[in-house]
């Protein structure tokens, strides 16, 4: 009896837990959303392949298996680590066995900031390894937006048009969870240049459950298959 009182308490903790979690976006077409209406900023997530908007805490970025890959011989790569290190990404490209991760100003009309142009700036990072965001051009030379591994400061940031969607390659280190904050900003298109910022705002992406976290799913799910057996011959 008391066996079963404690399987039955992890098993409503863990239906607890699922009922409290985020949305888990996989293998959708997503962006980072960037939006400014009446004077106030609007970041989001946006899954334009289910048409549906996320606040930032309400999601997670997955960041699966066919992301894991190893660090270019090449030198011009060398901010991703040392040639043959272990590194997980997100690809610019649709690949339907992973996260389509972009950044989309669409929802921003021309006229609104100077030049028409606004900053996404990271800002912090929480997490087991190290973050870079880039593109590749047609030579595969990549072009480093963003990247922790010499630090966060001013220059981890993408200027991008109103309007504009872009995808890029999202790279993470190591596996496991990380919050990545994000702050877009702006001078305003007023006549006075007013500087606006949205402040930094957490995002949070899953890079390949780590061991620890793969075990305990497996335990949740073995204890709920479990009772779900034992109700079965109970009948």
């Known amino acids: 009896m008391k066996k079963q009182i404690l399987l039955t308490a992890a098993v409503c903790a863990a239906a607890a837990l699922t009922a409290r979690a985020q949305t888990l976006l996989t293998l959708e077409h997503v ?39 190893t660090v270019p011989a090449n030198p011009l790569f060398s901010f991703l680590g040392n040639p043959g290190d272990s590194v997980w990404q997100l690809p610019p490209s649709a690949d339907p066995n992973l996260l389509f991760l972009g950044i989309g100003a669409e929802e921003i009309e021309d006229g609104v900031f100077v030049n028409d142009v606004l900053t996404l700036t990271l800002t912090g990072i ?4 190290h973050f870079a965001l880039y593109q590749t ?19 981890d940031k993408y200027d991008l048009p109103a309007g504009s969607h872009s995808h890029f390659f999202w790279a993470f280190s190591e596996m496991g ?25 957490p995002y949070t992406f899953q890079v390949v459950p780590e061991p620890a976290t793969t075990a305990l799913l497996a335990v949740g799910g073995t ?13």
Do not use: C, K
């Open 31 to 69: 962006d980072i959303g960037l939006a400014f209406e009446d004077g106030l900023w609007d970041l989001h997530v946006h899954d334009e392949t289910n048409e549906q908007e996320y606040e930032p805490d309400d999601a997670i970025l997955y960041v699966g298996l066919a992301a894991s890959g």
């Open 126 to 129: 929480s997490g087991p390894g």
């Open 137 to 155: 051009d047609i030579f595969n030379t990549p072009t480093v937006f963003m990247n922790t591994r010499d630090g966060i400061n001013s220059a």
């Open 177 to 201: 969870t990380y919050t990545l904050s994000f702050e877009a900003s702006g001078l305003l298109d007023d006549g006075q240049s007013t500087f606006t910022s949205s402040g930094p705002v």
């Open 223 to 235: 204890g709920l298959l479990f009772m779900a057996r034992r109700r079965t011959r109970q009948r």
